[in-house]
């Protein structure tokens, strides 16, 4: 019995655990208060925004893209606190387009800037990568008296680096918040389940105790 104390301490350990990463998702940028103009003559198809210059090599969301009011969003906001244009805004405003791929710069509804047209192609941009990762780690002890049978008890975590990961931004450059971020992508494994939104994506740790026989 002596010599099983010190054995039973470094055997019957289980550890575990998985990785995901991938690139962010691909997303185009719409203009909705066109296609709601365009409604009105029977074109029922989503309208693309109309870039104001060359769109250029940067299509990645910034690191600081994420949540409410952030420093750096994934597009330039339209418009400046003032209700000017912004001079940095890659699309022309909502309203001041005249035809699919062209528009005026400027604000609406005046619209009095120079005419520019540009292509934007689908799925032009993209989101945030995502990483999580979880790790699990279990002590199994075997039972006296109950043959082939083993109590194990460890702990099991969730996202272990606590590390955030943000869904797609506001993609409607009518939209207040365009290119901003709002949300965090949704775990592929956690507590709450798959894909249950950001309720599920901070760290969590559960006890786990089970039986095996």
Not at 24 to 31: E, H, L, Q, T
């Amino acid at each position: 019995m002596g010599g099983r104390g010190p054995v039973s301490l470094v055997t019957g350990w289980q550890v575990s655990g998985t990785a995901f990463f991938h690139t962010g998702f691909p997303y185009s940028v719409f203009d909705n208060y066109e296609a709601g103009v365009l409604q009105a003559k029977n074109f029922f198809g989503p309208i693309y925004a109309v870039p104001a210059r060359p769109l250029g090599p940067d299509p990645y969301c910034g690191s600081g893209a994420g949540f409410v009011n952030p420093v750096h969003p994934c597009q330039p906001p339209q418009l400046l606190s003032e209700d000017t244009p912004n001079p940095n805004a890659r699309f022309v405003q909502a309203g001041c387009e005249t035809g699919f791929d062209s528009g005026h710069l400027g604000a609406f509804p005046e619209c009095d800037g120079r005419v520019v047209s540009f292509a934007q192609s689908r799925n032009r941009f993209r989101g945030p990568n995502y990483f999580n990762t979880d790790f699990t780690i279990v002590k199994n002890t075997k039972l006296s008296r109950w043959e082939n049978a083993s109590f194990g008890i460890g702990l099991q975590f969730y996202n272990a680096f606590n590390h955030p990961s943000f869904g797609l931004p506001s993609n409607t450059i009518d939209d207040f918040g365009f290119g901003w971020i709002f949300a965090a992508a949704g775990a592929y494994t956690s507590l709450a389940g798959n894909n249950t939104g950001g309720d599920s994506t901070r760290r969590l740790i559960q006890l786990k105790a089970q039986i095996q026989f």
